[in-house]
């Protein structure tokens, strides 16, 4: 078809010029169109039910030399209309729909749904009037939700207890309350007052029988000297007491024989008394201060026996008063609690117990070394009582010597 087409400057368009050959044809192709959105329209309203959402035909294409193309609104924009998924129109967000020729947009094709045979109650396949297996929707098994992971909760740092120590705040560690000092800090007052008697006592007890262990040593080693040292020698006793050191003078022999001798002096100052009853009154009087120093050492070697009979006797009784008292104020924090949770007792029984443990650690070694040394200081005793008999024996022989 030929167009002549002519430009309006006026009026800023383009007119075109036809000859009658060609309106015919124009008037022809103009019914047809007619026609066709016609039954477009009646097509559209039967099929409205399958289509989610009506898709306008492709805008025509710009013709050359003519004002551009309006652009596609929103309104006329299938993959924009409100409402529509990507399954309606077919393809992914973004695409363009598959149109047919009818204009209309393509519905996807279903998803195929598995099956399987189905099953009688004997667990054989049920076969149709054909003789084959009737065939069922195979179950879907659903994809496992995967939980997600927990997320650790941050432990809170725990704050430090505070305990009363006569008035005294004290801040304790919360990792050491149940330690031996926790114990100690949060007591009652009355079993704290326990606690620290109890361990006096038994520092004292264990600083007496150390004391005593070695004095004991030192004691027999100087004894055992002595006496080696009093056997060997035929001296008189008043010369023997007279030459005796500094060291030699604590033992209890050489106390017996400084003791035999200035009784000698005393009586020779006053006259001979060899023979006679003057002999026989001076032996009473030597064995008499003899018996003397022996007792004064004999007290001496047992210093400190009388506490550790005190402590090893009454040490538990005392831990027990801690112990029944600390109990008795955990039973009363139970009934103001209202509560019968161990969490509540266990602290309070747990402190008292500790008294009763401080009072068995101070009274079982005072009990075994109050036996041990009480039996040392009787052999120690016989010792000196042999050694008086020996002494007694040597002054009646030089009173013999002296009265030739």
């Keep these: 078809m030929n167009k002549k087409r002519q430009w309006s400057r006026d009026k800023g368009y383009t007119k075109v010029v036809m000859t009658s050959d060609e309106r015919c044809a124009s008037r022809v192709a103009r019914g047809i169109a007619a026609g066709a959105f016609a039954f477009s329209l009646t097509f559209a309203s039967a099929s409205a039910a399958l289509a989610q959402s009506p898709a306008a035909p492709p805008p025509p294409e710009p013709v050359a030399d003519s004002p551009a193309a309006p652009a596609a609104t929103p309104a006329t924009d299938p993959a924009a209309a409100p409402g529509a998924t990507p399954a309606a129109a077919g393809t992914t967000p973004g695409a363009t729909p598959a149109v047919g020729p009818d204009g209309l947009p393509i519905a996807p094709a279903p998803t195929p749904v598995p099956m399987q045979p189905k099953l009688g109650p004997d667990g054989k396949p049920v076969l149709g009037p054909d003789g084959q297996p009737v065939m069922e929707p195979a179950p879907v098994t659903p994809a496992p939700t995967v939980s997600p992971a927990p997320t650790p909760t941050p432990e809170k740092p725990k704050e430090p207890i505070k305990a009363d120590f006569f008035g005294l705040e004290v801040l304790i560690p919360a990792d050491e309350e149940y330690s031996l000092w926790g114990l100690f800090m949060i007591a009652h007052p009355v079993v704290k007052v326990v606690m620290m008697g109890l361990i006096l006592a038994s520092i004292i007890s264990w600083a007496i029988l150390i004391s005593k262990l070695i004095y004991f040593s030192a004691l027999n080693r100087r004894t055992t000297n002595f006496l080696n040292d009093f056997r060997s020698s035929n001296a008189p006793l008043q010369d023997m007491s007279k030459s005796l050191s500094g060291k030699d003078r604590t033992t209890p022999p050489a106390a017996m024989v400084e003791a035999a001798g200035n009784e000698i002096d005393l009586t020779f100052a006053q006259g001979p008394a060899s023979s006679g009853e003057k002999r026989e009154h001076l032996t009473q009087r030597i064995a008499s201060a003899m018996s003397i120093a022996q007792a004064s050492k004999s007290a001496e070697l047992g210093a400190g026996m009388a506490f550790l009979a005190t402590v090893g006797s009454i040490a538990t009784f005392v831990g027990l008063f801690g112990t029944v008292w600390g109990i008795m104020f955990s039973f009363i924090g139970i009934a103001k609690?209202?509560?019968?949770?161990?969490?509540?007792?266990?602290?309070?029984?747990?402190?008292?117990?500790?008294?009763?443990?401080?009072?068995?650690?101070?009274?079982?070694?005072?009990?075994?070394?109050?036996?041990?040394?009480?039996?040392?200081?009787?052999?120690?005793?016989?010792?000196?009582?042999?050694?008086?008999?020996?002494?007694?024996?040597?002054?009646?022989r030089q009173l013999d010597q002296t009265a030739h």
Excluded: C, H, M, W
């Design 337 to 396: 609690s209202k509560s019968t949770n161990l969490a509540v007792v266990a602290p309070g029984i747990a402190e008292a117990l500790f008294a009763t443990a401080i009072g068995l650690f101070a009274a079982i070694p005072a009990v075994v070394f109050y036996n041990i040394f009480a039996r040392r200081i009787a052999a120690y005793n016989q010792r000196l009582d042999s050694f008086s008999s020996e002494l007694l024996v040597r002054t009646s």
